[in-house]
């Protein structure tokens, strides 16, 4: 069988990636998909420890499930603030939306 | 190398190559296609881990509802064929330090402290008693996060709405 091991460091790669495009990325939206990337992340770190800890109430399984939750609300709202800037902006890369860098 | 651990390091190669992608590719439609690659490797995995209803959740909610989102708002903002425009800032170099130092962390963490659960607990048939959970025991977060939804989607109207008279 594959150790919990495999998948704890599977899954800190994956956060590692969506970190380094979360820091690096100009264009918003390339942002919002690495923050996505970090979700699924922590969300394979969760399930895995579900299933390979003894537990009660299945609590890896059911705080992933409110992660994706949170993680569409997020989208959603990431999207429109993004659609936002474009219209006031004409641009939706971060590094020239500047507005109150001193 | 039993047949779990070939299909485990097949699915992990094929999602973190996606997901290398997704954050190095320079054209951001090809991101988002990356991206739902990597989805699929997730909910792969996931079954993987005996949790068929997140396997589905995660197709449903991401492959189906994110990604579309995602494409919608690339199509909306950028000139998809905008060429030789520079896709990251001049923080990438101590951003991969960082990164990378984060990583050798958390692996050393990972090989150096945990010791136990080398083997996985005996399969039991999770969707209905979380159904049962999610209805019972955790009904009040359940609850709070349908009010989230609501609001997130009430903002998310607001926001992207267009204003009707501008000053």
Redesign the interface.
């Known amino acids: 069988?594959?150790?919990?091991?495999?998948?704890?460091?599977?899954s800190?790669?994956?956060?590692?990636?969506?970190?380094?495009?979360a820091?690096?990325?100009?264009?918003a939206?390339?942002i919002?998909?690495?923050l996505?990337?970090m979700f699924?992340a922590v969300?394979?770190n969760f399930?895995?420890f579900?299933?390979?800890?003894?537990q009660t109430?299945?609590q890896g399984?059911?705080f992933?499930?409110?992660v994706?939750?949170?993680?569409?609300?997020?989208?959603?709202?990431g999207?429109?603030?993004?659609?936002?800037l474009?219209?006031n902006f004409k641009s939706?890369n971060?590094?020239e939306i500047n507005l109150m860098k001193g | 190398m039993?047949v779990?651990?070939a299909v485990?390091f097949l699915l992990?190669a094929f999602?973190?190559g996606a997901?290398?992608l997704?954050?190095l590719a320079t054209n951001?439609v090809h991101?988002?296609i990356a991206?739902v690659f990597?989805?699929f490797g997730?909910a792969a995995?996931?079954v993987?881990?005996?949790?068929e209803?997140?396997a589905a959740?995660?197709v449903l909610?991401?492959v189906g509802?994110?990604t579309i989102?995602?494409l919608?708002?690339?199509m909306?903002?950028?000139r998809i064929s905008a060429r030789g425009v520079?896709?990251?800032?001049e923080?990438?170099g101590i951003?991969?330090l960082?990164?990378?130092a984060?990583?050798a962390l958390?692996?050393f963490a990972?090989?150096k402290g945990?010791v136990?659960?080398?083997?996985?607990?005996p399969a039991s048939y999770?969707t209905a008693?979380?159904g049962r959970?999610?209805l019972t025991?955790?009904v009040l977060?359940f609850e709070v996060?349908s009010i989230?939804?609501l609001?997130?989607?009430v903002?998310?109207?607001i926001?992207?709405k267009?204003e009707r008279e501008k000053d």
Do not use: W
Not at chain 1, 12 to 21: S, T
Not at chain 1, 68 to 77: H, P
Not at chain 2, 48 to 51: I, V, Y
Not at chain 2, 116 to 121: E, F, I, R, Y
């Open positions: 069988m594959v150790p919990l091991s495999h998948y704890l460091i599977l800190a790669a994956l956060f590692a990636i969506g970190m380094f495009g820091l690096t990325r100009r264009n939206i390339g919002l998909m690495a996505e990337l699924n969300n394979l399930v895995a579900s299933r390979y800890l003894p109430m299945l399984q059911i992933a499930i409110f994706i939750t949170v993680a569409a609300a997020e989208a959603a709202v999207l429109a603030i993004v659609l936002g474009y219209r939706v971060v590094d | 039993t779990t651990q485990f992990a999602t973190l997901a290398l997704v954050v951001i991101c988002a991206l990597t989805f997730v995995l996931y993987l881990l005996d949790a209803f997140l959740v995660q909610l991401y509802g994110i989102l995602l919608f708002a690339i909306l903002t950028s520079k896709i990251m800032n923080q990438a951003s991969a960082v990164v990378f984060i990583l958390m692996v990972n090989l945990l136990l659960a080398a083997a996985p607990l999770a008693s979380l959970l999610l025991t955790y977060p996060v989230l939804l609001a997130a989607m903002g998310a109207i926001l992207a267009r």
